[in-house]
């Protein structure tokens, strides 16, 4: 019912931009803090940014300075804007988030992935 649906991911040069997004659909009450994760093969999954519902954020050292994480709780959506990409960026992103449903049940979510890949 509840889901999370990512885009923007996609292949950027070294030092270029790139704006994800993801956006829940379906019946939902509340949402807490929207995560961005990234996963590249042979690595970890790796929490790149977090914000909480008043817009309190929170990144990794790697991207602080570079990425900015946002929120329209409006839309139910969560932003990655991410500047000056190196090519260690380069992973499937995932936003995640615990949300309440219209039924009132409490869970945790991921968006599908969206590959993020930066050129030397």
């Known amino acids: 019912q509840v889901q999370l649906v990512e885009s923007g991911g996609g292949l950027v040069q070294a030092g270029g931009s790139l704006r994800l997004s993801c956006a829940a659909s379906?019946?939902?009450?509340?949402?807490?803090?929207m995560i961005w994760y990234r996963q590249s093969p042979g690595k970890q999954r790796e929490l790149v940014a977090s914000?909480?519902?008043?817009?309190?954020?929170n990144y990794v050292d790697s991207v602080r300075g570079r990425f900015g994480i946002s929120r329209d709780n409006a839309k139910k959506a969560v932003y990655l804007q991410m500047n000056s990409l190196k090519p260690e960026d380069t992973a499937v992103y995932y936003c995640?988030?615990?949300?309440?449903?219209?039924?009132?049940?409490?869970?945790?979510?991921w968006g599908q992935g969206t590959q993020v890949t930066v050129s030397s």
């Open positions: 995640n988030a615990k949300i309440r449903d219209g039924s009132f049940n409490l869970r945790e979510y």
């Open positions: 379906g019946r939902i009450l509340s949402i807490t803090d």
């Open positions: 914000i909480t519902p008043g817009g309190t954020t």
